[in-house]
């Protein structure tokens, strides 16, 4: 099967990977189902890049639709160590402006129906989730960023929201009081399972509206932000080349260690089951 290092998952917008040579379609089964989409396998020069579009060629499938657990593990077990994230989202902060690039640090996690671990059915893991992101790789994500000329922000609170409807009034103006700056829909799970994965994951957070919070700006609305994202696309593009052109080196943090004090469960308990299951990201512990 082919193998990447690098991952990117595609947001609205961002439904393929221009740039890419010598691509291999995959199809990856998985424990959780199908992933979004076939994922597609090719270089950037000489280094291999799997890219998946995170809402289906299309855009079929709604954040809360999302086989998150699925895109996740398949990209794990292409051999991806490093997911770059591409995502629109609302700016809840006036020096946010729309078309703006923020590499968040930081998560509020408000949604509510959505499976956000690889571990149930008899095997319990708590993984240190302090900094949600990767900070060597947003690091890099901000250094590629400022190459490309745009205005990027370095840290931020990125809120992820159930949706699929939009904010009221009350609720952005109350993220806005909690001190976080960007609100969005996909951020979560993601984040949690790379985590749980061991994978480095950071974001390229796309700033596209005020969301509804802004006296002198129109109502956050879909065409606004395909509008907007649109403009982003090639920018984001350029990030996830700048990046690939110079990764960082294997260790530079200790997200691929996540696990190594994590799994509470007795070994000898876990079911049989459980342990061929999650083989991929618990092998090297069992």
């Known amino acids: 099967m082919a193998e990447a290092r690098i991952g990117v998952i595609g947001g609205s917008g961002l439904y393929q990977m221009e740039g890419l040579t010598d691509v291999q379609e995959v199809r990856v089964e998985t424990p ?35 086989p998150v657990r699925a895109n996740i593990w398949a990209l794990k077990s292409l051999g991806v160590q490093q997911i770059i994230s591409v995502s629109a989202v609302g700016s809840l902060r006036e020096e946010i402006h729309p078309l703006d690039l923020v590499i968040p640090d930081q998560l509020i996690d408000r949604t509510k129906s959505r499976v956000s671990s690889f571990f149930d059915d008899g095997v319990v893991a708590h993984v240190g989730f ?31 929201m159930e949706g699929p409807l939009f904010s009221t009034r009350a609720e952005s103006n109350l993220y806005r009081s909690w001190g976080a700056s960007v609100i969005g829909m996909t ?58 052109e110079h990764p960082s080196a294997p260790g530079a943090c200790s997200c691929g260690s996540a696990l190594a004090s994590a799994i509470i469960t007795d070994c000898a308990l876990i079911p049989a089951e459980a342990k061929e299951r999650l083989k991929l990201i618990i092998g090297k512990y069992m």
Not at 202 to 223: F, G, K, L, Q, R
Not at 227 to 234: G, I, T
Request: proline share 6%; aromatic share 6%.
């Open 32 to 66: 959780f189902g199908p992933p979004s989409d076939a994922i597609g396998v090719g270089k950037i020069g000489d280094t291999s890049v799997a890219f998946l579009p995170r809402h289906g060629r299309g855009h079929r499938l709604s954040p809360t639709e999302l």
């Open 187 to 244: 951020a979560l799970p993601e984040a949690k399972l790379a985590r749980e994965a061991e994978m480095c994951y950071a974001t390229i957070a796309c700033s596209t509206d005020y969301d509804c919070w802004h006296d002198s700006h129109e109502d956050v609305t879909v065409e606004m932000i395909v509008a907007n994202l649109l403009k982003n696309v090639e920018t984001s593009k350029q990030i996830v080349r700048n990046i690939v």
């Open 130 to 160: 302090a900094d949600p992101f990767c900070p060597a790789l947003s690091d890099l994500l901000y250094h590629a960023a400022l190459k490309t000329g745009v205005t990027v922000h370095k840290g931020g609170t990125y809120v992820v």
